[in-house]
């Protein structure tokens, strides 16, 4: 069989052509790894991405061949196509202010039962619900009851990644650092989902715009462009970034396109886990007849989030399928925006920084939790909603007041 660095040459091109697709190829030994490197180097052949964690090359093959030797030799993992990836959010639903004074009407009381087994106490509870939810906490908020869990926990100093289109500079956000793995340039959002994430996992409070876990140290990991889409070579890039760095969660509120599916972003994503970091991955906006969830949030490791309504439904757009672990709330949600500015917007990329939030209250009352600990406790203090499977919901509707 011919050497690996050369059956790699062979198949990989220097520019992008009509023949030419995007493959990432994977290796079992860090020393093939370097070979391949060195040697694409010395025949002028520049990957487009280099993961040296994941011991991962991008690189543009030739589609009129055959790659079937190279993907069958013994120093090969796995070879795929770089697949590509987008933001699970609706089209904004209202109008950008500069100002955050108008507050969110509170949700209606809901039906729902307790999801847990151990306490009279719980039922109890969920029968008032948020009531007399503060008038200064919007309806999302006071939903999953996080003003009560602010009397014990704040989120403080622990470290979420936000893996998006970035983070827009914020007098409602403190961004303690970042990455950008599309070009390497600036992690500011370019397309203004990342800062809406971001602000409903994280905003401060200032200017009355409050997030679930205020003090966290929130870091922008810029993988999605202006247009809200990318690669799952600069995801992966992205959660190597927040391993090297020691990131505590990470938030993905997006999914692959068409169904597709990526080995190597499951490959990274476990790797995350077994280092600690707490993984949340929204379920998609295909809505109620898809019976599947988008990959990362089909991932067993990933804290899969469907989203639910005001009146604590789960939401029409929010995907069905084995493996939803929790909802939370996903239509009309406001938070911070390009510029300064604040815009509600719906989908299940809003419902999963919730559970992100959710996910660093506890770890800063309890640091040692592992993620599978944390998905744990999370689904079990949750509130089933009545009249939708578990297919929709998980275990229900995330609540905070048990912290």
């Known amino acids: 069989m011919p050497r690996l660095e050369q059956l790699l040459t062979i198949h990989s091109r220097r520019a992008p052509s009509k023949y030419t697709v995007r493959k990432l190829i994977a290796f079992k030994t860090g020393n093939s790894y370097k070979r391949c490197i060195r040697h694409l180097r010395l025949s002028g052949i520049r990957p487009f991405k280099r993961i040296p964690g994941s011991r991962l090359i991008g690189c543009l093959f030739d589609s009129r061949l055959s790659w079937e030797k190279l993907k069958q030799h013994p120093s090969v993992k796995l070879i795929e196509p770089d697949q590509k990836i987008r933001t699970h959010a609706i089209q904004p639903t209202r109008p950008a202010t500069a100002s955050a004074s108008g507050k969110s009407r509170p949700a209606r009381t809901p039906r729902l039962k307790s999801a847990s087994k151990h306490s009279a106490r ?9 009531d007399a939810c503060p008038a200064d906490v919007p309806w999302n908020l006071c939903a999953i009851e996080a003003h009560k869990a602010w009397e014990r926990s704040d989120g403080d100093s622990v470290k979420i990644a936000i893996i998006d289109t970035g983070i827009s500079p914020h007098p409602s956000l403190r961004i303690a650092g970042g990455i950008n793995t ?59 970034w927040c391993i090297r760095n020691k990131m505590s969660i990470i938030n993905m509120s997006f999914g692959l396109e068409r169904g ?13 886990v077994r280092k600690g970091i707490v993984v949340v991955a929204s379920a998609g906006n295909s809505g109620p007849n898809t019976f599947r969830l988008d990959e990362p949030a089909a991932f067993s490791e990933t804290i899969a989030v469907a989203a639910t309504t005001r009146e604590n439904r789960i939401a029409n757009f ?9 909802a939370a709330p996903g239509e009309d949600v406001r938070s911070t925006w390009l510029n300064g500015n604040y815009l509600t917007v719906s989908g299940t990329s809003m419902a999963s920084p919730h559970v992100t939030g959710g996910a660093a209250l506890l770890l800063a009352l309890k640091p040692g939790l592992s993620p599978s ?10 509130l089933t909603l009545d009249g939708f499977p578990s297919f929709a919901q998980g275990s229900g509707l995330l609540k905070l007041d048990f912290l």
């Open 260 to 272: 597709d599916s990526s080995e190597a972003l499951h490959n990274a994503i476990k790797k995350a």
């Open 318 to 326: 929010s995907n069905r399928g084995n493996g939803i672990a929790i």
């Open 373 to 382: 600990e944390i998905k744990a406790l999370l689904k079990k203090q949750a």
């Open 122 to 130: 719980r039922n109890t509870r969920a029968s008032v619900l948020s």
């Open 182 to 240: 599309v070009d390497g340039r600036s992690y500011a959002d370019d397309n203004g989902h990342g800062t809406h994430v971001a602000g409903i996992a994280a905003a401060t409070g200032a200017r009355g715009c409050k997030g679930v876990a205020p003090k966290v140290k929130l870091y922008a990991v810029k993988a999605l462009d202006y247009a809200g889409a990318g690669y799952v070579s600069d995801i992966i890039d992205g959660i190597e």
